[in-house]
């Protein structure tokens, strides 16, 4: 055979890759068992199983997985042989899809024939050899293993070593070497000792960790220390004892109220030593920053305070006693702390003592705060006078006097009946009411005849009730006296008709029509009375039209008299008739001529929508307080969770507390739209603020399902609620006020008579820009005018209810809210 000519470029190379890929191939049919079997063996020694067995059972599983491993290695060894060249020149010809041994062709030489016919067929063989490629190894496992047992033990192998993770090499070297004898002793266990110090639960601090060799550490006192000892021998502490926990285990523990020092011995020998420092817990500072007194609007009562403790504050209360009586059980005002256990607050906290039997008097209050040891702070004495009402009724004005002495000297009962018999000889001073009489008569059977020492804590409060009822019920029993005061008015007339001669039926006629003419003036002062409490005038009258006026009424009086005098009885009747109607005018709240049935169905429709907007206003600052008290909270307890600590998971009570709020904004808003609704059905208009604020009741309402702040838009929705009433006070002006100008007087009365004619000028003169008690409107109320006798307040918004600005001022006086939140409260109190 002729030497082989390079005539193929790259063969050499190809034939190379060949032979690798038929040797790879040889090898992994060789070894592919002795793998799987080594294989099994790993997911034998991974899963833990030789620990499990007994010496002999391990030793002769490693001998079974031993054997098998030689005899798959033999039986592999045996069949395998390097491929030779030929081989890797058929697997070439067999990868590029060549026949006929095209590469044998290059070696062949002719035994005989035509030289130039061969030269062609080598030339056709050299031009096949351009396809020439090597394919990847095949090592055909599929035919020798069906079942694909090779990939079951991978696959256990592979399990194995991720169950054992990082014990898979021990556990390996122990499936390896089997203890078929006791080996050497092993080692004494080192000793172990592990100590920490609890600090109290009220503290809230975290477990102090002490090395476990010694050292020092400062703690706070009612600390506990924990000790626990492994593998010693015979420990022994200082400072307390060590209890067996069970072979060579022992443990202990003690309350640290000193400065101490612990030594742990074992045997005598000294293990560890720590010095411990115990940190005194102070008790609480209570103090009042400025002195205690009457709020500056209303009758509330302003405590402010201040407390700080090493540890946090639990409670805090005040505690006020009557400075004449200072043995007497005091009054205890619970303070609502801001957050829990704060180490350092203040505020100021509203209280409402105006009913209080001690109102009026010398009190001493003080501070008392208690921290989480039970230790009590106690602040100084403050002296200051409970705030109390002004009753404006004398009668009213005796009974609370006689509380006051019963407050100062309970023993004093005769005194005390006594002033109480003297009311009751003078019942005209109570317009001869009866619930009064027996309530004041109650009262003093009960100091002379109860000697129970609660019994004047009874009469105490009945009369503090009777006061009110006399101070804040005088229109009903005025509105009594004046009829009664009409009736023998209309029967000194009948009397007067009937004998017109006699002297004796005329002086009676003036002196009731005296009486009738004070039982008015009274009556007048309690309607007076009662409007400036409720703070709720009517609305808004046409200036041009007749008003009711108290002169009015004087001059009625005045030509009833002048009437009687002169014996003109009928027309002393028809000015009391004209009289009452007026009376029955102002008993009604209403214009008495002028204002049909229809026309005044309006107006209580219209002054039940000025209610719904105050009650959205106070629903809606419900929302806004309630959102406050959250949002602090929060802040709270983010503080408390930032040092050092990963951030807070979300609170499900607060974020279930958000939900809640978001349902009652959305209830407001749909309250909100059918006022709207109804407004626009009575006055064919719906004010712009109240649709502003739908629009910022709209955006709380996403901001709470959303999880974002809304209180601004809480705040904008009151701000346009207090805008939407004012506008609907104009409105309801507009609609309400449009009335037919009242007629002048009857020709009657101005015939014949020129004082009346001058005086019933003068009354229409006098009617304009006055509202039905006499007093002047906004348009009228900067003139001056002659004889003026009422100084009231101008024209009110049904906004300003007593309850709103209760409610705002017991919102301003707690200063630790928000700087934004007191900043509006004040503008809305300076604004009503």
């Given at each position: 055979?002729?030497?082989?000519?390079?005539?193929?470029?790259?063969?050499?190379?190809?034939?190379?890759?060949?032979?690798?890929?038929?040797?790879?191939?040889?090898?992994?049919?060789?070894?592919?068992?002795?793998?799987?079997?080594?294989?099994?063996?790993?997911?034998?020694?991974?899963?833990?199983?030789?620990?499990?067995?007994?010496?002999?059972?391990?030793?002769?599983?490693?001998?079974?997985?031993?054997?098998?491993?030689?005899?798959?290695?033999?039986?592999?060894?045996?069949?395998?042989?390097?491929?030779?060249?030929?081989?890797?020149?058929?697997?070439?010809?067999?990868?590029?899809?060549?026949?006929?041994?095209?590469?044998?062709?290059?070696?062949?030489?002719?035994?005989?024939?035509?030289?130039?016919?061969?030269?062609?067929?080598?030339?056709?063989?050299?031009?096949?050899?351009?396809?020439?490629?090597?394919?990847?190894?095949?090592?055909?496992?599929?035919?020798?293993?069906?079942?694909?047992?090779?990939?079951?033990?991978?696959?256990?192998?592979?399990?194995?070593?991720?169950?054992?993770?990082?014990?898979?090499?021990?556990?390996?070297?122990?499936?390896?070497?089997?203890?078929?004898?006791?080996?050497?002793?092993?080692?004494?266990?080192?000793?172990?000792?592990?100590?920490?110090?609890?600090?109290?639960?009220?503290?809230?601090?975290?477990?102090?960790?002490?090395?476990?060799?010694?050292?020092?550490?400062?703690?706070?006192?009612?600390?506990?220390?924990?000790?626990?000892?492994?593998?010693?021998?015979?420990?022994?502490?200082?400072?307390?004892?060590?209890?067996?926990?069970?072979?060579?285990?022992?443990?202990?523990?003690?309350?640290?109220?000193?400065?101490?020092?612990?030594?742990?011995?074992?045997?005598?020998?000294?293990?560890?030593?720590?010095?411990?420092?115990?940190?005194?817990?102070?008790?609480?500072?209570?103090?009042?920053?400025?002195?205690?007194?009457?709020?500056?609007?209303?009758?509330?009562?302003?405590l402010p305070w201040q407390v700080e403790d090493d540890?946090?504050?639990?409670?805090?209360?005040?505690?006020?006693?009557?400075?004449?009586?200072?043995?007497?059980?005091?009054?205890?005002?619970?303070?609502?702390?801001?957050?829990?256990?704060?180490?350092?607050?203040?505020?100021?906290?509203?209280?409402?003592?105006?009913?209080?039997?001690?109102?009026?008097l010398p009190v001493v209050a003080t501070l008392r705060?208690?921290?989480?040891?039970?230790?009590?702070?106690?602040?100084?004495?403050?002296?200051?006078?409970?705030?109390?009402?002004?009753?404006?009724?004398?009668?009213?004005?005796?009974?609370?006097?006689?509380?006051?002495?019963?407050?100062?000297?309970?023993?004093?009962?005769?005194?005390?009946?006594?002033?109480?018999?003297?009311?009751?000889?003078?019942?005209?001073?109570?317009?001869?009411?009866?619930?009064?009489?027996?309530?004041?008569?109650?009262?003093?059977?009960?100091?002379?005849?109860?000697?129970?020492?609660?019994?004047?804590?009874?009469?105490?409060?009945?009369?503090?009730?009777?006061?009110?009822?006399?101070?804040?019920?005088?229109?009903?029993?005025?509105?009594?006296?004046?009829?009664?005061?009409?009736?023998?008015?209309?029967?000194?007339?009948?009397?007067?008709?009937?004998?017109?001669?006699?002297?004796?039926?005329?002086?009676?006629?003036?002196?009731?029509?005296?009486?009738?003419?004070?039982?008015?003036?009274?009556?007048?002062?309690?309607?007076?009375?009662?409007?400036?409490?409720?703070?709720?005038?009517?609305?808004?009258?046409?200036?041009?039209?007749?008003?009711?006026?108290?002169?009015?009424?004087?001059?009625?009086?005045?030509?009833?008299?002048?009437?009687?005098?002169?014996?003109?009885?009928?027309?002393?009747?028809?000015?009391?008739?004209?009289?009452?109607?007026?009376?029955?005018?102002?008993?009604?709240?209403?214009?008495?001529?002028?204002?049909?049935?229809?026309?005044?169905?309006?107006?209580?429709?219209?002054?039940?929508?000025?209610?719904?907007?105050?009650?959205?206003?106070?629903?809606?600052?419900?929302?806004?307080?309630?959102?406050?008290?959250?949002?602090?909270?929060?802040?709270?307890?983010?503080?408390?969770?930032?040092?050092?600590?990963?951030?807070?998971?979300?609170?499900?009570?607060?974020?279930?507390?958000?939900?809640?709020?978001?349902?009652?904004?959305?209830?407001?808003?749909?309250?909100?739209?059918?006022?709207?609704?109804?407004?626009?059905?009575?006055?064919?208009?719906?004010?712009?603020?109240?649709?502003?604020?739908?629009?910022?009741?709209?955006?709380?309402?996403?901001?709470?399902?959303?999880?974002?702040?809304?209180?601004?838009?809480?705040?904008?929705?009151?701000?346009?609620?207090?805008?939407?009433?004012?506008?609907?006070?104009?409105?309801?002006?507009?609609?309400?006020?449009?009335?037919?100008?009242?007629?002048?007087?009857?020709?009657?009365?101005?015939?014949?008579?020129?004082?009346?004619?001058?005086?019933?000028?003068?009354?229409?003169?006098?009617?304009?820009?006055?509202?039905?008690?006499?007093?002047?409107?906004?348009?009228?109320?900067?003139?001056?005018?002659?004889?003026?006798?009422?100084?009231?307040?101008?024209?009110?918004?049904?906004?300003?209810?007593?309850?709103?600005?209760?409610?705002?001022?017991?919102?301003?006086?707690?200063?630790?809210?928000?700087?934004?939140?007191?900043?509006?409260?004040?503008?809305?109190?300076?604004?009503?």
């Open positions: 055979m002729a030497a082989e000519r390079p005539v193929i470029p790259g063969l050499p190379r190809k034939r190379a890759l060949a032979r690798a890929a038929l040797g790879w191939e040889a090898a992994w049919r060789a070894a592919w068992p002795a793998l799987s079997v080594l294989a099994l063996f790993l997911a034998f020694a991974w899963s833990g199983l030789p620990g499990l067995l007994p010496a002999w059972a391990h030793a002769l599983a490693l001998a079974g997985f031993a054997a098998a491993l030689g005899w798959a290695a033999w039986r592999g060894a045996r069949g395998w042989a390097p491929p030779g060249a030929e081989a890797a020149d058929r697997r070439l010809e067999a990868d590029s899809g060549l026949r006929h041994r095209p590469l044998a062709t290059l070696h062949d030489t002719p035994a005989s024939g035509d030289p130039g016919l061969w030269a062609a067929h080598q030339a056709r063989m050299r031009a096949a050899l351009g396809r020439l490629r090597v394919g990847p190894p095949r090592p055909g496992l599929v035919a020798r293993d069906p079942r694909a047992l090779r990939a079951g033990a991978g696959l256990l192998a592979l399990a194995a070593l991720l169950a054992a993770g990082a014990d898979a090499p021990a556990l390996l070297r122990r499936a390896l070497l089997p203890k078929l004898a006791a080996g050497p002793a092993a080692a004494a266990p080192a000793l172990r000792v592990e100590a920490w110090v609890t600090p109290p639960a009220y503290t809230g601090a975290p477990p102090v960790f002490l090395p476990a060799t010694g050292g020092a550490a400062t703690v706070p006192a009612g600390a506990k220390l924990q000790l626990a000892v492994a593998n010693a021998a015979d420990p022994a502490a200082t400072g307390l004892a060590l209890a067996p926990l069970g072979p060579g285990s022992h443990a202990g523990e003690a309350v640290l109220e000193a400065d101490t020092r612990v030594t742990l011995r074992d045997g005598g020998r000294e293990v560890a030593s720590w010095t411990l420092q115990v940190q005194p817990d102070a008790p609480p500072v209570a103090r009042f920053p400025e002195a205690p007194g009457r709020a500056p609007r209303g009758l509330g009562l302003r540890w946090g504050v639990l409670s805090l209360r005040v505690e006020i006693r009557l400075a004449a009586r200072p043995e007497a059980p005091p009054v205890t005002l619970d303070v609502a702390l801001p957050a829990a256990a704060p180490r350092q607050a203040r505020g100021l906290m509203p209280a409402e003592l105006a009913a209080h039997p001690w109102a009026g705060a208690r921290d989480g040891a039970g230790q009590e702070g106690v602040s100084e004495e403050a002296r200051f006078d409970l705030p109390e009402r002004s009753f404006n009724h004398p009668v009213a004005r005796d009974l609370i006097a006689v509380r006051k002495a019963l407050s100062l000297n309970p023993a004093e009962r005769i005194p005390a009946a006594r002033a109480l018999d003297a009311v009751l000889a003078a019942p005209e001073r109570f317009e001869h009411d009866p619930a009064t009489q027996l309530s004041v008569r109650t009262a003093r059977t009960q100091l002379q005849r109860d000697r129970r020492a609660e019994a004047v804590a009874e009469v105490q409060e009945l009369l503090w009730e009777t006061a009110l009822a006399l101070e804040e019920g005088r229109d009903e029993r005025t509105a009594r006296a004046l009829a009664e005061a009409q009736q023998q008015l209309r029967e000194a007339l009948d009397e007067a008709g009937r004998t017109p001669q006699e002297q004796a039926a005329r002086e009676e006629l003036q002196r009731r029509i005296e009486a009738l003419r004070e039982a008015i003036r009274r009556h007048m002062e309690a309607l007076a009375e009662r409007l400036q409490r409720e703070n709720a005038e009517a609305l808004p009258y046409d200036p041009q039209q007749r008003l009711l006026d108290q002169r009015d009424i004087e001059r009625r009086t005045r030509r009833m008299e002048e009437a009687a005098r002169q014996g003109r009885t009928e027309d002393a009747r028809r000015e009391l008739a004209e009289l009452e109607e007026m009376l029955r005018a102002l008993q009604e709240g209403r214009v008495a001529r002028g204002e049909t049935p229809e026309r005044q169905q309006q107006r209580q429709r219209g002054q039940q929508q000025m209610g719904a907007v105050q009650d959205l206003v106070r629903r809606q600052a419900e929302q806004l307080d309630s959102g406050e008290r959250r949002a602090q909270a929060e802040e709270q307890r983010r503080r408390e969770t930032r040092r050092n600590q990963p951030p807070p998971a979300a609170d499900p009570q607060a974020e279930a507390q958000r939900q809640a709020e978001a349902r009652q904004q959305r209830a407001l808003r749909r309250a909100l739209g059918e006022l709207m609704q109804q407004h626009g059905d009575l006055t064919g208009e719906v004010p712009e603020g109240l649709g502003q604020a739908d629009q910022a009741m709209r955006e709380a309402q996403e901001a709470l399902g959303q999880g974002r702040d809304a209180r601004p838009a809480q705040q904008e929705a009151m701000r346009r609620l207090q805008e939407a009433g004012r506008q609907m006070q104009q409105a309801m002006q507009r609609q309400m006020g449009r009335g037919q100008q009242g007629e002048g007087e009857p020709g009657e009365e101005m015939a014949g008579d020129a004082e009346g004619g001058e005086e019933a000028g003068e009354e229409q003169q006098l009617g304009e820009g006055r509202d039905p008690l006499g007093r002047r409107s906004r348009e009228t109320a900067g003139q001056a005018e002659n004889g003026s006798d009422t100084r009231v307040p101008e024209e009110a918004e049904l906004l300003r209810t007593r309850r709103l600005q209760e409610e705002l001022r017991r919102r301003a006086g707690e200063r630790a809210r928000p700087p934004e939140e007191l900043d509006y409260i004040d503008r809305l109190l300076r604004r009503f």
